[in-house]
């Protein structure tokens, strides 16, 4: 009989360069809300893919930028917290934009810890073959990868032999998960995200990071086939209410619609999604604020 083997393995890298998307290739299911806006990710998600005879247990993290705000050093210290007690850590670069400086510093962070360390160098269908090179060269310089393994997460290209070299870190342990679970988000917290999400992508650059979303009632109704969400998109701007309110409620009725969409493949039933949006300055700097959305 084969030995069961498990293991947890932390994603990080600089902000945007497709760690959330990888970690729903690598799951095979959303689990982590994408964007392409950087510091989409705000917590550390947790991603799981079970096998026949393993278990990975992968760890979104934030991107890695230095901290400008309570938020920001929240994020900054979710993203290192994830490398304590784990069998590996999977560092991404995007092969369009090269090892940057704020690449480099990761790097330079992670070489402190003594753990495996495994780099994928992604987007390469969108870079050109001379970029992906130069950037699959520029990550071997620092000799402190046991690994380099070239990828693109949009269209799946390289997932499966990215598996196969982390199941190498994985030791002999138990399943930590059900095998049919892929994520140990909180339903309430993934729809929040999704929320989030749809408000990132529809108001692109007219609203900054300032949003946060609060689910403040989540219930199923007697009839057992209709769920009851109500929740709040926090902006800290007052200027920014109307713009994610938008003209005649049109903008908050199409982040609505969107969201419920993709929350009822989530809870695979009907939802009834009620949307407010309030303004609280500043609220990125407030620990009370933080702690309502989930930022612990």
Known sequence: MTEF???????IGSPNVGKSTLMNALVGQKVSIVTDRAQTTRNRITGVVTGKDYQIVFLDTPGVTQPRSK????????????LESIEAVLFVAD???????KDEAVIASLMR????KIAAVNKIDAAGTDAVRETEERIRSFQCFDSVIRISALNGTGIDLLTEELKKY???????????MVTDQPERNLCGEIIREKALI????EIPHGIGVSIDKMEVRETGNLVDIYATIYCERESHKGIIIGKQGKMLKRIGLEARRDIESLLD?????????????????????LHELGYE
């Open 202 to 205: 529809l108001l692109r650059e």
């Open 113 to 116: 810890y003594r753990i495996p």
């Open 5 to 11: 083997r498990s293991g947890f393995v932390s994603i």
């Open 95 to 101: 092969a369009k934009q090269g090892v940057r400086e």
């Open 71 to 82: 938020l920001g050093e929240y994020m900054y210290k979710a993203a290192f917290d994830s």
């Open 269 to 289: 039933c009907h939802v009834n999604l009620q949307l407010w949006v309030k303004y609280k300055e500043d609220w990125r700097n407030k620990p009370a604020v």
């Open 170 to 180: 994985l030791v002999p342990g138990p399943m930590y998960f059900p095998e049919d």
